[in-house]
C-alpha cells in the first residue's frame, strides 16, 4: 500500500494553495512548520504516512495537500529540536508524590508558554500527551493494559521510549508480562 497516496487522497488531492490536482507533484505540508520535529520523531516517511492515516482524524487539522512548487517557496524555523520536549517530561531528579505534582504544575505551565511561542510543536506534543502522559499510569492497570505498553511505546520518538523501557527494566514481572503481549508497530488495517 502507498501511505503517502492514501493520506494524499484523504486530504483532497490537491494543493490546497494554488489548487493544483496532478497527484504526482502533489506532497504533505505541515501547517505549523513542523516538517523538521516530525524528521525527528519518526523514524522514516512512511511510518509518519502510516501514522498519520491511522489517526487521520486527530492529525489532519496539522496537514496539508501541497505541491511540490508551493512547498519549495516555505520556510520553517529548525532552531529547536523535539528534544526540547524533554524538559517538560521528564523529572531531573527523584521527587516524593508532593514535590512530583508541584514539579507538574510548574511545567504545565511552562509547557503552555512555550507552546504558544512555538506552535511547530503543538501537534507532536498532543500526540505525546496521548501517548505518553498516561503510559505510566497503565503501570497500576497492569491487568488490562499489558499489551498497551508495548503497543503504544513503539509510537515514540527513541528517547521517550527509553524510559518507558526503563520503568520496564525496574519492574522485570510487569516486563515479562508486557513482552508475552507483543503487538506489531504497524497494525493490520485489512489493506
Not at 503517502?4 to 497527484?23: A, F, H, P
Not at 504526482?24 to 505549523?32: M, P, S
Not at 521527587?95 to 503552555?112: F, G, P, S
Not at 504558544?116 to 496521548?130: H, M, S, W, Y
Request: overall charge negative.
Amino acid at each position: 500500500m502507498n501511505w503517502k497516496k492514501s493520506l494524499v487522497e484523504r486530504l483532497g488531492n490537491k494543493c490546497q494553495t494554488c489548487g493544483l490536482e496532478d497527484i504526482e507533484q502533489i506532497d504533505i505540508d505541515f501547517i505549523n512548520g513542523q516538517e523538521y520535529l516530525e524528521d525527528q520523531y519518526f523514524e522514516n516517511e512512511e511510518e509518519r504516512c502510516v501514522w498519520f492515516v491511522l489517526h487521520f482524524k486527530e492529525e489532519s487539522e496539522y496537514v496539508q495537500a501541497i505541491c511540490n512548487s508551493c512547498k519549495s517557496q516555505k520556510k520553517e524555523d529548525k532552531s529547536i529540536p523535539l528534544s526540547k520536549l524533554e524538559e517538560f517530561y521528564f523529572t531531573p531528579t527523584a521527587m516524593d508524590a508532593q514535590e512530583i505534582m508541584r514539579w507538574m504544575d510548574k511545567k504545565a505551565e511552562e509547557l503552555l508558554a512555550f507552546l504558544r511561542t512555538n506552535k511547530q510543536f503543538v501537534p507532536i506534543e498532543r500526540r505525546l500527551e496521548r501517548h505518553y502522559g498516561d503510559l505510566r499510569d497503565k503501570f497500576t492497570e497492569i491487568d488490562r493494559n499489558i499489551a498497551l505498553i508495548e503497543y503504544e511505546k513503539k509510537w515514540l520518538p527513541k528517547r521517550f521510549a527509553e524510559v518507558i523501557e526503563q520503568d520496564l527494566d525496574e519492574n522485570p514481572e510487569i516486563k515479562n508480562l508486557v513482552s508475552k503481549h507483543h503487538r506489531p508497530k504497524i497494525p493490520d488495517t485489512g489493506h
